[in-house]
């Protein structure tokens, strides 16, 4: 063995050490800068939060002056209204209308109204007279003037705005509907306008006609001009039909104010929900109608827009430059970029003083292979040690269910353990005759190593195992008045090997490893590394297929392949079955079975299963075929990829389509978690079938407790249907059950005309197998191939 560490050792590993702290001086700086950052990034979401308070603030207000508005509106128009009622009234009792005595109504009404351009009072026939007619007054430069409208107008564009959607339900007579036009351009007055209208009602409540006042607007870009937060701040109301009317009808720059006012009208803000939600602390003010926010970008220039529902149905909103929102954060970044320059600077000077200290310190220490826990030689030492082609055994010790003690007790009963353990550990080899040459290794964890100088035969090195398992199971320790009896498992290895072979000193640890975990494995209490075990060449091929799969992913040699799926009844291909696939450098497909246990070893089968998602659905997005993906629990059970599975399906004619098999032989053990996305996935649009059926243990749990839609028959059972009665009589069980809760069965392995045709005559729906088609590439080759017209 080595003896202890030479000076040119020491001086590298020295040199080692040193580095290694001017990287933690670096990670410090770093730190701090980061914390800085962190301070910064506080101090500027309070400011921001600030920010958007005063323009919440801001907006409420306005929102609800425009709401107030709306109700004036809505007032003045239920006023004209009573006067209609009035007049319809009157004309009942006495039988004579007084149509002159109505436009003066009319106009005095208007008059008092400041808040309304024009208004009239529309009879529908036999409402007031046997023929429609109607007053409507306007506002002039200097009186109102009023005009009688009579019948005809019923099939005018500007009435029929002015009547409710036919669809609205009919409210209560107590209450006055109101009805809020678009934008529309009203000829009359020679301007746009929006209107709002209320029914007029007899004594039997039958509408006989309405009444209507309008809005013009040039007054409604003034009301909602009123807004100021930041210079380039603009405003602006959307009516029901997306058309705008917004203050920037009054900017100076035309061209940029045409392109702005575009691009609102193309987020079609009224039609649908927003992208981001403001905080709730934002909203709560004003739960009618919530606060939303959405990002517009014009040009170079981006822009955050607020806007809610009024109360008229329409859409109120803001936008700020996002440049003068961020414009108050900039002196507080450039005071937070000084003060930090001035930390790192004294942080640097404070760095090599540490520095300076840590390498005096450095040149007293005797040794840097010591276990701070134990006090025992650590790993480092081990590999030290076995420096050379000297005989050597190595034993590692590992404490069964050691989590468990940590989980339980706590962190500090397992460093007792620990410590306990090492020290009887050390203490049983100074006491056991030949031993006294064996030195002990605390290894990371809760793992211990003997080292011997030699390489016995297999009968000595059981002797050895035996003598630690007997010390192990004699051995106590107890912890705050409790015993905790320990139990290990041991994994040996040697230079010499038990088949005559050498093993290089180096190689000790990982093959004592190896053995280790092949007895944890095959529940021994030991074992002894030997290379008929073949875990070595299992190890390293479980590696080269690592490296494969890798590269294949990153190269996109991951592919479907897809089995033709016929309809029995039909006889025609109408799906899919998506399979992966590998394929080498030169094209040459691998099975699945030669590298998907790899894969959920080195955790890539999410990546494999999302490489098979992502590019079967862009396979078939414009195709009219169904098809269907294999699911394994594992998949299902997995939040994120199952989450970024029903993104994927927001398409309903996609979603439509497809199929989810899941996997029977496995064991389901959570079903509430995967009947959650079975639900999830169905109310999509997709279908759910159960695969590999009459497989498993709980076939029939599966259907009873999962919301299947098919069941795909193992072809253990379809393959022998044309010479096995038991096989048929199974199977047709399967296919009568399935009929009796309203499924549909698929057939798999159908190899030949003998199989096909008694899975027909079983009733089966749909077939797959080599009769069929094979897996293949393209899809659509596989579907002209198997065509069978004469199956229908």
Same mark, same amino acid.
């Given at each position: 063995?080595?003896?202890?560490?030479?000076?040119?050792?020491?001086?590298?590993?020295?040199?080692?050490?040193?580095?290694?702290?001017?990287?933690?001086?670096?990670?410090?700086?770093?730190?701090?800068?980061?914390?800085?950052?962190?301070?910064?990034?506080?101090?500027?979401?309070?400011?921001?939060?600030?920010?958007?308070?005063?323009?919440?603030?801001?907006?409420?207000?306005?929102?609800?002056?425009?709401?107030?508005?709306?109700?004036?509106?809505?007032?003045?128009?239920?006023?004209?209204?009573?006067?209609?009622?009035?007049?319809?009234?009157?004309?009942?009792?006495?039988?004579?209308?007084?149509?002159?005595?109505?436009?003066?109504?009319?106009?005095?009404?208007?008059?008092?109204?400041?808040?309304?351009?024009?208004?009239?009072?529309?009879?529908?026939?036999?409402?007031?007279?046997?023929?429609?007619?109607?007053?409507?007054?306007?506002?002039?430069?200097?009186?109102?003037?009023?005009?009688?409208?009579?019948?005809?107008?019923?099939?005018?564009?500007?009435?029929?705005?002015?009547?409710?959607?036919?669809?609205?339900?009919?409210?209560?007579?107590?209450?006055?509907?109101?009805?809020?036009?678009?934008?529309?351009?009203?000829?009359?007055?020679?301007?746009?306008?929006?209107?709002?209208?209320?029914?007029?009602?007899?004594?039997?409540?039958?509408?006989?006609?309405?009444?209507?006042?309008?809005?013009?607007?040039?007054?409604?870009?003034?009301?909602?001009?009123?807004?100021?937060?930041?210079?380039?701040?603009?405003?602006?109301?959307?009516?029901?039909?997306?058309?705008?009317?917004?203050?920037?009808?009054?900017?100076?720059?035309?061209?940029?104010?045409?392109?702005?006012?575009?691009?609102?009208?193309?987020?079609?803000?009224?039609?649908?929900?927003?992208?981001?939600?403001?905080?709730?602390?934002?909203?709560?003010?004003?739960?009618?109608?919530?606060?939303?926010?959405?990002?517009?970008?014009?040009?170079?220039?981006?822009?955050?827009?607020? $806007?809610?529902?009024?109360?008229?149905?329409?859409?109120?909103?803001?936008?700020?430059?996002?440049?003068?929102?961020?414009?108050?954060?900039?002196?507080?970044?450039?005071?937070?970029?000084?003060?930090?320059?001035?930390?790192?600077?004294?942080?640097?000077?404070?760095?090599?003083?540490?520095?300076?200290?840590?390498?005096?310190?450095?040149?007293?220490?005797?040794?840097?292979?010591?276990?701070?826990?134990?006090?025992?030689?650590?790993?480092?030492?081990?590999?030290?040690?076995?420096?050379?082609?000297?005989?050597?055994?190595?034993?590692?010790?590992?404490?069964?269910?050691?989590?468990?003690?940590?989980?339980?007790?706590?962190?500090?009963?397992?460093?007792?353990?620990?410590?306990?353990?090492?020290?009887?550990?050390?203490?049983?080899?100074?006491?056991?005759?030949?031993?006294?040459?064996?030195?002990?290794?605390?290894?990371?964890?809760?793992?211990?190593?003997?080292?011997?100088?030699?390489?016995?035969?297999?009968?000595?090195?059981?002797?050895?195992?035996?003598?630690?398992?007997?010390?192990?199971?004699?051995?106590?320790?107890?912890?705050?008045?409790?015993?905790?009896?320990?139990?290990?498992?041991?994994?040996?290895?040697?230079?010499?090997?038990?088949?005559?072979?050498?093993?290089?000193?180096?190689?000790?640890?990982?093959?004592?490893?190896?053995?280790?975990?092949?007895?944890?494995?095959?529940?021994?209490?030991?074992?002894?590394?030997?290379?008929?075990?073949?875990?070595?060449?299992?190890?390293?091929?479980?590696?080269?297929?690592?490296?494969?799969?890798?590269?294949?992913?990153?190269?996109?040699?991951?592919?479907?392949?897809?089995?033709?799926?016929?309809?029995?009844?039909?006889?025609?291909?109408?799906?899919?079955?998506?399979?992966?696939?590998?394929?080498?450098?030169?094209?040459?497909?691998?099975?699945?079975?030669?590298?998907?246990?790899?894969?959920?070893?080195?955790?890539?089968?999410?990546?494999?299963?999302?490489?098979?998602?992502?590019?079967?659905?862009?396979?078939?997005?414009?195709?009219?075929?169904?098809?269907?993906?294999?699911?394994?629990?594992?998949?299902?059970?997995?939040?994120?990829?199952?989450?970024?599975?029903?993104?994927?399906?927001?398409?309903?004619?996609?979603?439509?389509?497809?199929?989810?098999?899941?996997?029977?032989?496995?064991?389901?053990?959570?079903?509430?978690?995967?009947?959650?996305?079975?639900?999830?996935?169905?109310?999509?649009?997709?279908?759910?079938?159960?695969?590999?059926?009459?497989?498993?243990?709980?076939?029939?749990?599966?259907?009873?407790?999962?919301?299947?839609?098919?069941?795909?028959?193992?072809?253990?059972?379809?393959?022998?249907?044309?010479?096995?009665?038991?096989?048929?009589?199974?199977?047709?069980?399967?296919?009568?059950?399935?009929?009796?809760?309203?499924?549909?069965?698929?057939?798999?392995?159908? $190899?030949?005309?003998?199989?096909?045709?008694?899975?027909?005559?079983?009733?089966?729906?749909?077939?797959?197998?080599?009769?069929?088609?094979?897996?293949?590439?393209?899809?659509?080759?596989?579907?002209?191939?198997?065509?069978?017209?004469?199956?229908?």
């Amino acid at each position: 063995m080595a003896g202890l560490i030479e000076p040119a050792a020491m001086t590298r590993r020295k040199s080692s050490i040193m580095l290694i702290l001017l990287l933690l001086v670096g990670l410090f700086i770093a730190g701090m800068w980061l914390m800085s950052s962190l301070n910064l990034t506080f101090a500027q979401r309070a400011m921001s939060e600030q920010r958007q308070q005063q323009i919440a603030d801001t907006f409420h207000s306005n929102l609800e002056r425009i709401n107030a508005h709306h109700f004036l509106m809505e007032q003045n128009t239920g006023a004209l209204a009573r006067i209609g009622d009035l007049f319809a009234r009157q004309k009942s009792l006495s039988g004579r209308d007084n149509i002159a005595e109505l436009e003066h109504s009319v106009s005095t009404t208007l008059r008092d109204l400041h808040d309304v351009h024009g208004g009239g009072i529309l009879f529908q026939a036999g409402g007031y007279r046997t023929a429609a007619i109607g007053v409507y007054g306007y506002r002039g430069n200097t009186a109102i003037h009023t005009t009688r409208r009579e019948t005809g107008f019923q099939n005018r564009d500007w009435y029929l705005r002015l009547q409710p959607p036919a669809q609205a339900p009919l409210p209560e007579q107590s209450a006055k509907p109101y009805h809020w036009t678009a934008a529309y351009y009203k000829p009359q007055i020679d301007n746009v306008v929006i209107s709002v209208s209320t029914p007029i009602h007899d004594r039997r409540g039958k509408v006989i006609g309405l009444a209507a006042t309008d809005w013009q607007a040039d007054e409604v870009i003034r009301l909602v001009s009123r807004v100021r937060i930041t210079p380039g701040t603009f405003s602006f109301l959307l009516d029901r039909e997306n058309r705008n009317l917004s203050s920037l009808a009054e900017a100076a720059d035309v061209q940029h104010a045409q392109l702005l006012m575009e691009a609102i009208t193309r987020l079609q803000l009224p039609r649908q929900p927003a992208t981001q939600p403001v905080p709730e602390n934002l909203t709560s003010r004003y739960p009618v109608s919530p606060m939303q926010s959405q990002v517009l970008q014009v040009g170079e220039a981006e822009y955050v827009l607020f $806007h809610a529902p009024t109360e008229a149905g329409m859409t109120f909103g803001i936008g700020i430059p996002q440049a003068e929102i961020d414009a108050v954060l900039a002196p507080m970044r450039a005071s937070n970029f000084r003060i930090v320059a001035i930390i790192v600077s004294i942080l640097l000077l404070l760095s090599g003083l540490i520095l300076y200290l840590v390498a005096s310190t450095l040149k007293q220490l005797n040794s840097l292979y010591t276990d701070a826990l134990t006090g025992l030689p650590n790993r480092e030492r081990l590999l030290l040690d076995l420096q050379g082609d000297q005989p050597a055994t190595l034993i590692l010790l590992n404490i069964d269910a050691f989590k468990e003690v940590n989980d339980f007790y706590g962190n500090q009963c397992g460093d007792h353990v620990i410590r306990e353990l090492a020290a009887r550990l050390q203490q049983h080899v100074l006491d056991t005759p030949c031993w006294h040459t064996v030195r002990v290794y605390h290894m990371p964890g809760d793992e211990m190593a003997l080292l011997f100088p030699d390489s016995p035969g297999r009968s000595e090195l059981e002797q050895r195992l035996n003598n630690l398992q007997s010390f192990i199971k004699s051995l106590t320790i107890c912890w705050q008045g409790e015993q905790i009896p320990l139990q290990a498992t041991l994994g040996l290895a040697a230079t010499v090997q038990p088949d005559g072979s050498p093993l290089a000193s180096e190689q000790l640890p990982p093959s004592a490893n190896i053995a280790l975990k092949l007895a944890r494995l095959n529940k021994l209490n030991y074992l002894i590394h030997d290379p008929a075990h073949r875990m070595r060449e299992t190890y390293e091929q479980n590696l080269i297929w690592a490296s494969r799969l890798r590269t294949a992913l990153d190269e996109k040699r991951i592919v479907p392949w897809f089995q033709p799926i016929m309809n029995l009844r039909t006889g025609h291909i109408d799906k899919f079955e998506c399979l992966v696939r590998m394929l080498e450098v030169d094209g040459t497909p691998i099975s699945p079975a030669s590298f998907l246990p790899i894969a959920r070893k080195i955790r890539l089968y999410r990546q494999i299963t999302l490489c098979m998602v992502d590019q079967c659905f862009t396979h078939f997005a414009y195709s009219d075929m169904q098809f269907s993906l294999n699911l394994s629990c594992d998949d299902l059970l997995d939040t994120e990829l199952s989450d970024y599975i029903l993104q994927r399906l927001q398409d309903p004619s996609l979603a439509q389509r497809v199929i989810f098999e899941i996997l029977e032989s496995e064991g389901i053990d959570n079903y509430q978690a995967v009947r959650q996305f079975i639900d999830k996935a169905k109310a999509l649009g997709c279908r759910i079938a159960i695969d590999d059926f009459g497989t498993g243990y709980s076939n029939f749990e599966h259907l009873l407790r999962l919301n299947v839609d098919l069941i795909k028959i193992d072809g253990s059972l379809i393959r022998q249907l044309d010479s096995d009665p038991d096989a048929r009589t199974l199977t047709q069980g399967i296919v009568h059950f399935a009929q009796e809760l309203g499924m549909q069965t698929v057939a798999e392995f159908v $190899h030949n005309d003998a199989v096909l045709q008694q899975v027909q005559l079983l009733g089966i729906d749909f077939a797959q197998g080599a009769r069929i088609g094979m897996p293949a590439p393209d899809p659509h080759c596989g579907a002209m191939f198997c065509e069978q017209p004469g199956l229908a």
